[in-house]
């Protein structure tokens, strides 16, 4: 019913900066979170970034002042743009969506999951 993509994931030196996008289509009647999370080989995954659909926005004390994390809920985009990229950085980010599906059930939230996009960052 519901499709998250990834996109902007790529090879970058270290202080380079790169653009993620995360687009959720299909059945979709409101949007209530989208979020960043990433994953480095041998760890968890963990939170990133989280951008809810009364505006508030939270980051992990990692990326903070670095990553900046918006929406624009017409299109049911979010993006993560990261600067100043460190080798730490290096992960496949996800992207998490919770949404409502129709309008009679919109306090019923599901959550999608894309199929992440890698980032590397050298050194």
């Known amino acids: 019913q519901v499709q998250v993509v990834e996109s902007g994931g790529g090879l970058v030196h270290a202080g380079g900066s790169l653009r993620l996008s995360c687009a959720a289509s299909?059945?979709?009647?409101?949007?209530?979170?989208m979020r960043w999370y990433r994953q480095a080989p041998g760890k968890g995954r963990e939170l990133v970034a989280a951008?809810?659909?009364?505006?508030?926005?939270e980051y992990a004390d990692s990326v903070k002042g670095r990553f900046t994390i918006s929406r624009d809920n017409a299109k049911n985009t979010a993006y993560l743009q990261m600067n100043s990229l460190k080798p730490e950085d290096t992960a496949v980010y996800y992207c998490n969506t919770e949404l409502a599906h129709t309008e009679s059930s919109r306090y019923q939230m599901y959550s999608y999951w894309g199929q992440g996009t890698q980032v590397t960052v050298s050194s």
């Open positions: 299909g059945t979709i009647f409101s949007i209530n979170a």
């Open positions: 951008i809810r659909s009364g505006g508030s926005i």
